[in-house]
């Protein structure tokens, strides 16, 4: 299997690049909204995409279907049993959330649902470890650490 780099863009998502067996630079770029783009990196400047195929999450979840998803998933599931329940999550919070412009402290977000806020992604920039001074913005992308039943309650705080 090849060598997979990943490269957290703040306010955008993550960005997944390998070289394929054919010496072929690719990358597929996750956006938080669930858009993907796959690229095709130059072959003479490696930093320059020679393609771009943008995907909806319909599109992704076809392709990569196509491509063997489910013996991936399978692996990933495997190896979330090895993290003892720990799940990573991004969660936006739209306009009409009861959060937007309350603190993380004032939401007792923590003692509420089990899962903590690690870091919020606001527009280009991420304030990693926010205490619980931080105010929430509307747009803004909680990234979260918990149990998936934690994780659920605390989508539910910050959506509702």
Same mark, same amino acid.
């Given at each position: 299997?090849?060598?997979?780099?990943?490269?957290?863009?703040?306010?955008? !998502?993550?960005?997944?690049?390998?070289?394929?067996?054919?010496?072929? $630079?690719?990358?597929?770029?996750?956006?938080? !909204?669930? $858009? *993907?783009?796959?690229?095709?990196?130059?072959?003479?400047?490696?930093? $320059?995409? @020679?393609?771009?195929?943008?995907?909806?999450?319909?599109?992704?979840?076809?392709? &990569?279907?196509?491509?063997?998803?489910?013996?991936?998933? +399978?692996?990933?599931? %495997?190896?979330?049993? *090895?993290?003892?329940? /720990?799940?990573? =999550?991004?969660?936006?919070?739209?306009?009409?959330?009861?959060?937007?412009?309350?603190?993380?402290?004032?939401?007792?977000? $923590? @003692?509420?649902?089990?899962? @903590?806020?690690?870091?919020?992604?606001?527009?280009?920039? &991420?304030?990693?470890?926010?205490?619980? =001074?931080?105010?929430?913005?509307?747009?803004?992308?909680?990234? %979260?650490?918990?149990?998936?039943?934690? /994780? +659920?309650?605390?989508?539910?705080?910050?959506?509702?």
């Amino acid at each position: 299997m090849a060598e997979v780099t990943e490269t957290k863009l703040p306010g955008v !998502g993550i960005r997944y690049e390998f070289t394929t067996h054919d010496g072929v $630079r690719l990358g597929v770029l996750h956006h938080h !909204g669930g $858009r *993907r783009e796959i690229v095709v990196y130059d072959e003479d400047d490696p930093d $320059r995409a @020679s393609s771009v195929v943008e995907l909806d999450a319909d599109d992704g979840r076809t392709l &990569s279907e196509l491509l063997g998803a489910t013996q991936v998933t +399978e692996a990933v599931r %495997a190896m979330q049993q *090895r993290i003892e329940g /720990l799940t990573l =999550e991004w969660i936006e919070l739209p306009a009409r959330s009861s959060m937007v412009g309350q603190t993380i402290g004032t939401g007792e977000l $923590r @003692s509420r649902t089990g899962a @903590s806020v690690v870091a919020v992604i606001r527009g280009e920039t &991420s304030v990693p470890a926010p205490g619980p =001074e931080f105010v929430f913005e509307a747009g803004d992308v909680a990234v %979260a650490v918990g149990t998936p039943e934690g /994780l +659920e309650l605390l989508r539910v705080a910050l959506r509702s």
